[in-house]
């Protein structure tokens, strides 16, 4: 977006700013001046008896309407108006002025949006600002679940960061089974990385022991990986120089933490990303198009209201793509339990209702795919499952 | 011959996209041209961003003004009001207008103080929104989703979590605190029922609220008149009507009456036309009016930016899938707090085919064609082939639990 000429049309506001200030300034000054000179006459006139205060203080009057200080100013003001609103209108036209102009009036239950906010500031470790929003906001303190889980998580995370493995894997430990489940081979990856911590500090009998103990389980599933590191013992101290230097790489424990993180996610049921994070994200992409629609929907206000579905698509990042839509390419409908896609033998996918047409409803008569010279059958026709 | 040919599509590629990355100068080169359109067009929204800090910075600028104009014509009357004065009467008359300039020049350079500050936070906006890029993206978007929040504790008055949230964040400049603080003052008096804040607010404001026709101030006179009667201060009430709701009376006859006709029921009537205007709610009502009026005296939207982007992205990623069981969990609309927000929200459109591989949650398209399984489930080849290779070539549907080999899958088009 190009922000240069905005950013001019703020520095002229300031210019000008700047320029009616230092002319405020001076007219006051000037006054005062006057007013000093006139005060510094009469005094000095103040043994002169026949002195006259009210012909000095006339003249005085008529010295400052020569001025008319205020008229003065008037010029000034006026410019630094033209370039504030000049400003303003360059605004309005670069921005999008009113992006509530797509706003649904529909009711937006707060109650819900403080519950998503208050565990979105758990789930971000925004831990005593989300105790502080809970009070604030008089919620329940329902989330407070979810506040311990996320603590527990974030005090794994930070233990891994000084290096110190032992709460993660005292949770992987008690997750054995649930992990598993999962097909998550993360605590094998703990204890590889615990292994190679005691290798590095030097101690090849602690870690053989180490090894011994917590690799065995493990052994049948991922024989060539502990055989692997099982090898290092050889390279006590040097394990930089030797062929498994990679493995010492500090990047695993990075790595690790965030594969925690999902994996601790993934047990408790959320989802990696704070899910009001994602929202507002698909919200700043899809907003445009929904302002830009508005622009042509104008006078339907009404029809916008009750719309069950956007007349025109939102294109989001692949990051938004949770599901399977699958659009006929001859009927532009998207598919559904009622109207599934269906493959034909030529393996070109239609919907079903397309291809009901398509065969003029004749199961037996062959007809040909839009898209190749195949001749099929709707008998032949396979539904597909994404 | 055709290695030649490929060479020069290779070539005239090339020079394709080297010309999209010259067009878009401000950002680096590599970055895919669509991600920097989207970049382009989520600033566009930040129309509000730029704006309040600016209201409130020609606000300051004006008072300024209007405190100097004041001040000198009051000099300049008084000096012409000067009749006939004894000398000693001159020095000090003289002495007095000398002292008030003196006073006036220090209550502008605090006035100067102020306005400096406020434009630079009208700059600090500016300067953040030029540092958005591709580099930075992510903790950009993490600074507006904080900013958006902040934007909703101070509009719902959760003042404390919005400025330790701005603080713990540092992100004071991105943030209207102080400008919500105004407003907290009054509606903590329209709390309490008093109006008196409320109609300094509008006194402050007069010539904007008269612009854009506000009826605020007739609203809050309208409450006071009725405190009266409410108290049985009727000659009182008569009164103040005269002075405040007179004004208003060309404009607003019928609410007029109305409300002057409580004087024959007063506050213990049955009557339902008359009985909703001594209701406690007419406090709520106005507090909502305040806060409209106020955002749009600075130019913000009347709804919580959190609460438009919620509903834009909502709209944006709603499907029929989403309500299913096996809806994922990256999905927000997985949970059932954000499906409850979805549900008066319409569904998304697409115009074309968008697959997501069941397995791997990656897109299928032609790099990752769809594979189709005889008992017509699909999957990304990139699934099917991994599987294949670690099974000895054979495959488990993983939703039906059903097994084939690699060789009976099929290819499916899709266009």
């Given at each position: 977006m190009e922000l240069n000429p905005i950013k001019d049309a703020f520095d002229?506001?300031?210019?000008?700013?700047?320029?009616?200030?230092?002319?405020?300034?001076?007219?006051?000054?000037?006054?005062?001046?006057?007013?000093?000179?006139?005060?510094?006459?009469?005094?000095?006139?103040?043994?002169?008896?026949?002195?006259?205060?009210?012909?000095?203080?006339?003249?005085?009057?008529t010295k400052l309407k020569e001025i008319a200080p205020l008229n003065h100013l008037e010029a000034t003001q006026k410019e630094l108006n033209i370039a504030m609103s000049k400003y303003t209108k360059l605004l309005e036209k670069q921005f999008y002025p009113d992006i509530s102009k797509s706003y649904r009036n529909v009711d937006f239950d707060t109650h819900i949006i403080n519950q998503i906010i208050a565990s979105h500031l758990y789930r971000e470790s925004m831990f005593e600002i989300g105790d502080c929003f809970i009070n604030e906001a008089h919620e329940e303190e329902t989330i407070v679940d979810k506040k311990t889980q996320f603590l527990?998580?974030?005090?794994?995370?930070?233990?891994?960061?000084?290096?110190?493995?032992?709460?993660?894997?005292?949770?992987?430990?008690?997750?054995?089974?649930?992990?598993?489940?999962?097909?998550?081979?993360?605590?094998?990856?703990?204890?590889?990385?615990?292994?190679?911590?005691?290798?590095?500090?030097?101690?090849?009998?602690?870690?053989?022991?180490?090894?011994?103990?917590?690799?065995?389980?493990?052994?049948?599933?991922?024989?060539?990986?502990?055989?692997?590191?099982?090898?290092?013992?050889?390279?006590?101290?040097?394990?930089?120089?030797?062929?498994?230097?990679?493995?010492?790489?500090?990047?695993?424990?990075?790595?690790?933490?965030?594969?925690?993180?999902?994996?601790?996610?993934?047990?408790?049921?959320?989802?990696?990303?704070s899910p009001l994070k994602v929202t507002v994200a698909a919200g700043v992409q899809g907003l445009p198009t929904l302002l830009k629609l508005m622009n042509v929907m104008t006078g339907k206000k009404q029809e916008w209201q009750s719309m069950k579905q956007l007349p025109v698509p939102v294109d989001l990042g692949t990051e938004f793509q949770?599901?399977?839509?699958?659009?006929?390419?001859?009927?532009?409908?998207?598919?559904?339990?009622?109207?599934?896609?269906?493959?034909?033998?030529?393996?070109?996918?239609?919907?079903?209702?397309?291809?009901?047409?398509?065969?003029?409803?004749?199961?037996?008569?062959?007809?040909k795919c839009p898209y190749c010279p195949a001749e099929v059958e709707v008998a032949q026709c396979k539904q597909l499952y994404f | 011959m055709e290695s030649n040919t490929n060479g020069n599509s290779a070539v005239s590629n090339a020079t394709i996209s080297s010309a999209t990355a010259t067009s878009l100068p401000s950002v680096q080169g590599a970055v895919p041209s669509s991600k920097l359109t989207q970049l382009t067009?989520?600033?566009?929204?930040?129309?509000?961003?730029?704006?309040?800090?600016?209201?409130?910075?020609?606000?300051?600028?004006?008072?300024?003004?209007?405190?100097?104009?004041?001040?000198?014509?009051?000099?300049?009357?008084?000096?012409?009001d000067s009749g006939d004065l004894s000398q000693d009467d001159a020095v000090k008359h003289l002495n007095s207008l000398v002292s008030r300039l003196q006073g006036l020049k220090r209550k502008l350079e605090d006035g100067s103080r102020a306005e400096h500050l406020q434009a630079q936070r009208c700059k600090a906006r500016l300067d953040h929104l030029e540092s958005a890029g591709a580099d930075n993206i992510s903790e950009w978007n993490n600074t507006r989703l904080k900013r958006i929040l902040v934007d909703y504790m101070l509009r719902m008055s959760y003042y404390t979590t919005a400025t330790q949230l701005a603080e713990s964040s540092?992100?004071?400049?991105?943030?209207?605190?102080?400008?919500?603080?105004?407003?907290?003052?009054?509606?903590?008096?329209?709390?309490?029922?008093?109006?008196?804040?409320?109609?300094?607010?509008?006194?402050?404001?007069?010539?904007?609220?008269?612009?854009?026709?506000?009826?605020?101030?007739?609203?809050?006179?309208?409450?006071?008149?009725?405190?009266?009667?409410?108290?049985?201060?009727?000659?009182?009430?008569v009164t103040y009507s005269r002075k405040h709701l007179s004004p208003w009376a060309a404009s607003y006859m019928k609410e007029f009456q109305k409300v002057f006709a409580t004087l024959a029921f007063t506050c213990n009537t049955g009557c339902e036309t008359y009985?909703?205007?001594?209701?406690?709610?007419?406090?709520?009502?106005?507090?909502?009016?305040?806060?409209?009026?106020?955002?749009?005296?600075?130019?913000?939207?009347?709804?919580?930016?959190?609460?438009?982007?919620?509903?834009?992205?909502?709209?944006?990623?709603?499907?029929?899938?989403?309500?299913?069981?096996?809806?994922?969990?990256?999905d927000p609309l997985s949970q059932e707090s954000f499906r409850k927000l979805a549900m008066p929200l319409p569904y998304s459109k697409q115009h074309h085919s968008?697959?997501?591989?069941?397995?791997?949650?990656?897109?299928?398209?032609?790099?990752?064609?769809?594979?189709?399984?005889?008992?017509?489930?699909?999957?990304?080849?990139?699934?099917?082939?991994?599987?294949?290779?670690?099974?000895?070539?054979?495959?488990?549907?993983?939703?039906?639990?059903?097994?084939f080999s690699y060789s009976q899958v099929t290819k499916a088009f899709i266009s």
């Amino acid at each position: 977006m190009e922000l240069n000429p905005i950013k001019d049309a703020f520095d002229s506001v300031i210019k000008k700013q700047t320029l009616s200030s230092s002319k405020i300034e001076d007219t006051i000054e000037q006054i005062t001046q006057e007013i000093q000179q006139t005060l510094s006459g009469i005094q000095s006139a103040i043994n002169v008896p026949s002195s006259q205060p009210k012909l000095i203080l006339g003249e005085l009057k008529t010295k400052l309407k020569e001025i008319a200080p205020l008229n003065h100013l008037e010029a000034t003001q006026k410019e630094l108006n033209i370039a504030m609103s000049k400003y303003t209108k360059l605004l309005e036209k670069q921005f999008y002025p009113d992006i509530s102009k797509s706003y649904r009036n529909v009711d937006f239950d707060t109650h819900i949006i403080n519950q998503i906010i208050a565990s979105h500031l758990y789930r971000e470790s925004m831990f005593e600002i989300g105790d502080c929003f809970i009070n604030e906001a008089h919620e329940e303190e329902t989330i407070v679940d979810k506040k311990t889980q996320f603590l527990e998580m974030y005090e794994i995370l930070e233990s891994m960061k000084s290096h110190d493995l032992t709460p993660a894997l005292k949770w992987a430990t008690t997750n054995h089974d649930k992990l598993q489940k999962t097909g998550s081979d993360i605590e094998l990856q703990l204890h590889r990385l615990q292994f190679l911590e005691i290798l590095q500090n030097g101690s090849r009998d602690e870690a053989l022991k180490y090894g011994r103990t917590h690799f065995a389980p493990f052994a049948t599933q991922h024989f060539h990986e502990i055989q692997k590191l099982m090898a290092c013992l050889l390279w006590v101290g040097k394990i930089d120089s030797s062929p498994y230097s990679d493995l010492v790489s500090p990047t695993h424990w990075a790595k690790l933490a965030d594969e925690l993180a999902q994996q601790f996610c993934n047990l408790l049921g959320e989802s990696y990303e704070s899910p009001l994070k994602v929202t507002v994200a698909a919200g700043v992409q899809g907003l445009p198009t929904l302002l830009k629609l508005m622009n042509v929907m104008t006078g339907k206000k009404q029809e916008w209201q009750s719309m069950k579905q956007l007349p025109v698509p939102v294109d989001l990042g692949t990051e938004f793509q949770f599901h399977s839509i699958f659009v006929c390419p001859v009927s532009r409908e998207q598919a559904g339990e009622d109207n599934p896609p269906m493959m034909m033998s030529c393996g070109h996918v239609l919907c079903r209702q397309s291809i009901t047409k398509l065969s003029k409803n004749n199961s037996t008569r062959p007809f040909k795919c839009p898209y190749c010279p195949a001749e099929v059958e709707v008998a032949q026709c396979k539904q597909l499952y994404f | 011959m055709e290695s030649n040919t490929n060479g020069n599509s290779a070539v005239s590629n090339a020079t394709i996209s080297s010309a999209t990355a010259t067009s878009l100068p401000s950002v680096q080169g590599a970055v895919p041209s669509s991600k920097l359109t989207q970049l382009t067009e989520s600033l566009k929204l930040e129309h509000q961003f730029l704006r309040v800090p600016f209201e409130h910075y020609k606000k300051t600028i004006r008072a300024n003004h209007r405190a100097v104009e004041k001040e000198v014509s009051a000099v300049m009357s008084t000096l012409s009001d000067s009749g006939d004065l004894s000398q000693d009467d001159a020095v000090k008359h003289l002495n007095s207008l000398v002292s008030r300039l003196q006073g006036l020049k220090r209550k502008l350079e605090d006035g100067s103080r102020a306005e400096h500050l406020q434009a630079q936070r009208c700059k600090a906006r500016l300067d953040h929104l030029e540092s958005a890029g591709a580099d930075n993206i992510s903790e950009w978007n993490n600074t507006r989703l904080k900013r958006i929040l902040v934007d909703y504790m101070l509009r719902m008055s959760y003042y404390t979590t919005a400025t330790q949230l701005a603080e713990s964040s540092h992100i004071q400049d991105l943030v209207d605190i102080e400008i919500f603080y105004e407003a907290k003052r009054v509606m903590d008096a329209l709390r309490n029922k008093e109006v008196a804040p409320a109609l300094a607010w509008c006194a402050d404001n007069k010539s904007r609220l008269k612009k854009s026709k506000s009826k605020f101030e007739f609203q809050l006179r309208l409450q006071e008149f009725i405190e009266l009667v409410r108290n049985e201060k009727n000659l009182q009430a008569v009164t103040y009507s005269r002075k405040h709701l007179s004004p208003w009376a060309a404009s607003y006859m019928k609410e007029f009456q109305k409300v002057f006709a409580t004087l024959a029921f007063t506050c213990n009537t049955g009557c339902e036309t008359y009985k909703v205007l001594f209701d406690a709610k007419q406090w709520d009502f106005l507090m909502e009016q305040f806060k409209q009026e106020f955002c749009r005296l600075y130019g913000m939207t009347l709804e919580p930016l959190l609460n438009i982007y919620l509903q834009a992205g909502l709209s944006a990623l709603k499907t029929p899938f989403c309500y299913e069981d096996d809806c994922p969990k990256e999905d927000p609309l997985s949970q059932e707090s954000f499906r409850k927000l979805a549900m008066p929200l319409p569904y998304s459109k697409q115009h074309h085919s968008k697959l997501v591989c069941y397995i791997t949650k990656e897109l299928m398209d032609t790099e990752n064609p769809p594979l189709v399984l005889p008992n017509g489930y699909v999957y990304s080849t990139k699934a099917l082939e991994e599987m294949a290779r670690n099974n000895n070539g054979t495959i488990t549907c993983p939703r039906t639990r059903d097994v084939f080999s690699y060789s009976q899958v099929t290819k499916a088009f899709i266009s």
